[in-house]
């Protein structure tokens, strides 16, 4: 048992980890790394005493992996439905960040709510 530990987070979200014996791989959007760490935190905080520090900045590099698929659905989405205007990238760039931010929000609310829900029996 430990007392307190620094989590790094980076490198179990860039090069995947192991939670109860289940390999998990790299993350592919924002919101499965928030889980992710989510995850991680918990499993973390079962086997220690104490709290737990960890920088949320490793996530950021989810963010491009989100905006990168999101603009691929709505580029295809845009072409299953035939259009073309002018201002057709001007569309695309607004509705794939108008997506992102939602992502972004929703992943911010999962930590949020498995942190304030964390119970252990190490206290």
């Given at each position: 048992?430990?007392?307190?530990?620094?989590?790094?987070l980076?490198d179990?979200?860039?090069?995947?980890?192991?939670i109860?014996?289940?390999?998990?791989?790299?993350?592919?959007?924002?919101?499965?790394?928030?889980n992710?760490?989510?995850?991680?935190?918990?499993?973390?905080a079962?086997?220690q005493?104490?709290?737990q520090?960890l920088?949320?900045?490793?996530?950021i590099?989810?963010?491009?992996s989100?905006?990168a698929?999101?603009r691929?659905?709505?580029?295809?989405?845009?072409?299953?439905i035939?259009?073309?205007?002018?201002?057709?990238w001007?569309?695309?760039?607004?509705?794939?960040?108008?997506?992102?931010?939602k992502?972004?929000?929703?992943g911010?609310?999962?930590?949020q709510?498995?942190?304030?829900?964390?119970?252990?029996?190490?206290?």
């Amino acid at each position: 048992m430990y007392n307190c530990s620094l989590v790094n987070l980076e490198d179990m979200l860039q090069n995947g980890t192991v939670i109860s014996g289940t390999k998990i791989d790299t993350p592919k959007s924002f919101a499965t790394a928030c889980n992710v760490a989510t995850q991680i935190l918990a499993q973390v905080a079962s086997s220690q005493f104490g709290g737990q520090t960890l920088n949320l900045y490793h996530l950021i590099p989810f963010v491009e992996s989100s905006r990168a698929k999101i603009r691929k659905d709505v580029e295809e989405e845009f072409k299953d439905i035939g259009y073309d205007e002018p201002d057709y990238w001007d569309k695309i760039n607004k509705i794939t960040e108008k997506r992102l931010l939602k992502e972004i929000e929703n992943g911010v609310q999962t930590i949020q709510y498995q942190i304030l829900t964390l119970m252990t029996t190490n206290g």
